[in-house]
């Protein structure tokens, strides 16, 4: 299981260091900015949507910890192409597993966000974790003007 565990901090590691899709998205169509009022950290996502609310491309810039970072990455990296529903769907998902209403292994859709699932046990690291995605969510349902939501 300790392998296990350096594998997955390997990962996040990785993410934060050299995080994916990371700069403004110059044809974004929705952007929203997340906070964590925990700890000041801030994300802001950008979407590009097509008419269908398919996530044609993201980014996403600002500070924050390293899972906060990693988790953003990882979350670009899966959400290219999703329908506004499986993205949902996916938020859905990983909040139930980080907050232990789900276990992993009943969550297959997660895939590679399966590295994040430690913060289950440090309850103060799950608004790391799921920053972006209430950045995301927020992105998804706003209009081109843009949203504000935090974590709690
Ligand atoms: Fe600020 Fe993790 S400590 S987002």
Request: hydrophobic fraction near 40%; aromatic fraction near 6%.
């Amino acid at each position: 299981m300790a392998d296990v565990r350096d594998l997955y901090q390997e990962v996040i590691f990785e993410h934060n260091k050299n995080p994916r899709n990371f700069g403004v998205l110059e044809d974004h169509n929705r952007h929203a900015v997340g906070h964590n009022p925990l700890c000041g950290d801030q994300l802001t996502v950008y979407l590009r949507v097509d008419d269908q609310d398919t996530v044609e491309d993201v980014s996403f810039e600002g500070t924050g910890c390293a899972i906060s970072v990693a988790s953003a990455s990882l979350m670009t990296q899966i959400l290219k192409g999703k329908a506004k529903e499986e993205a949902e769907a996916l938020f859905q998902a990983f909040h139930d597993v980080c907050t232990k209403q789900r276990e992993v292994e009943d969550a297959p859709e997660l895939d590679k966000l399966a590295v994040l699932a430690g913060v289950r046990d440090f309850p103060s690291r799950v608004k790391c974790a799921t920053l972006a995605w209430h950045t995301v969510h927020a992105a998804l349902e706003t209009d081109e003007a843009g949203a504000e939501v935090t974590t709690e």
